[in-house]
């Protein structure tokens, strides 16, 4: 099974700071990974996909990177409403999805 | 517009059977896989497994099969999750999501079953 870990846990940051997210795969998922934003009392929402394509309606502040075992979600300002837990997710081993444990993004 | 309406909230008691659902609009059911994907109370996500509409193929993590089952019924486009005996340990928030291309992408509101 594909593990997925994300670090770090909590990251505390400011409003119009830069936040930067990792996933890291047990082995190579080529860039079958995906990011999602989970706010508290709601459904998980897709935010990138293929490691680094934004979904419809994710702001351009959100960026993906990285390929294989690597990845890094990227916020270039942080607003307000992003303030939520993150979660990877790997689709390489269809259809056996693993996702990250998630990442709390928490205001400082 | 992708919908996935799920069930209400459930309060049941340890031994009892469960059945919630996920009504489906706005693409074609039968040509697409539904999952289901298990929150623990504070907890992170879990994929719990898929069932395909049109032959009602199902696949499961390892760690739920035998444990649920996945259905779906194309005359109601809906998606079923089932337990015939809950545990305390059930006691979680169910999300069924759609499947498109491999992308988990539209989820239901989601469904909160306690067992006590």
């Known amino acids: 099974e594909i593990v997925l870990t994300q670090s770090p846990t909590t990251l505390s940051l400011s409003p119009g700071e830069r936040a930067t997210l990792s996933c890291r795969a047990s082995q190579s998922v080529f860039n079958y990974l995906a990011w999602y934003q989970q706010r508290p009392g709601q459904a998980p929402r897709l935010l990138i996909y293929d490691a680094s394509i934004r979904a419809s309606g994710t702001p351009a502040r959100f960026s993906g990177s990285g390929s294989e075992t690597d990845f890094t979600l990227t916020i270039s300002s942080v607003e307000p409403e992003d303030f939520a837990v993150y979660y990877c997710l790997q689709r390489n081993s269809w259809p056996l999805y693993t996702f990250g444990q998630g990442t709390k993004l928490e205001i400082k | 517009e992708v919908q996935l309406v799920q069930s209400g909230t459930e309060v049941k008691k340890p031994g009892e059977s469960l059945k919630i659902s996920c009504q489906a609009s706005?693409?074609?059911?039968?040509?697409?896989?539904i999952g289901w994907v298990r929150q623990l109370p504070g907890r992170g996500l879990e994929w719990m497994g898929m069932v395909y509409p049109a032959d009602s193929d199902t696949r499961y993590s390892q760690a739920f099969e035998g444990q649920v089952t996945m259905s779906a019924d194309e005359s109601t486009t809906t998606a079923y999750l089932q337990w015939t005996s809950l545990k305390v340990s059930d006691t979680a928030k169910y999300f069924c999501?759609?499947?498109?291309?491999?992308?988990?992408?539209?989820w239901g509101q989601g469904t909160l079953v306690t067992v006590s």
């Open positions: 706005g693409f074609t059911f039968t040509t697409h896989w």
């Open positions: 999501v759609l499947s498109v291309r491999q992308q988990l992408s539209d």
